[in-house]
């Protein structure tokens, strides 16, 4: 599959997938100068690009496992979505979970592109629903 992208700043970075078995291809900040998040804010991160997903797919913006652990840094709703009609630019709401300032670099990967078939569901209200064995069991009433 191929997604056309548009370079919104001169010096954006294309989405590029770090190994052959990727499921996202890594998103690069496009800063002009190093952004501090303070402890319990949230930065904005532009990465600089508009994607042009096809009908039928969206494209998931997840955080990187690396940034999160070592940094404290993950996307402040825990996944974008880019709807397939949506043409501006990407940007991560990065939140900082930590107890220090957290340094997001210029060029900086800092997200992951995911893009998968998407449904567009009619909904039908009902007097009734199916009968399954969870029922109505909420969180957690599968565990142990």
Not at 82 to 111: F, K, M, Q
């Amino acid at each position: 599959m191929q997604i056309r992208y548009k370079k919104l700043r001169p010096d954006a970075k294309a989405p590029v997938y770090g190994t052959e078995g990727s499921a996202g291809a890594d998103l690069f900040a496009c800063l002009d100068e190093p952004l501090d998040i303070a402890p319990g804010a949230t930065g904005r991160v532009p990465f600089g690009i508009a994607v042009d997903n096809p009908a039928g797919y969206v494209g998931l913006i997840f955080g990187r496992s690396g940034i999160a652990l070592k940094r404290n840094l993950a996307p402040s709703n825990k996944v974008g979505v880019i709807d397939s009609d949506y043409r501006g630019e990407l940007i991560a709401a990065l939140h900082n979970h930590g107890a220090e300032v957290s340094r997001v670099e210029p060029g900086e990967r800092v997200a992951q592109l995911v893009v998968v078939p998407c449904v567009a569901a009619s909904f039908i209200e009902a007097e009734a629903l199916n009968e399954t064995g969870r029922g109505t069991g909420g969180f957690g009433s599968t565990g142990r």
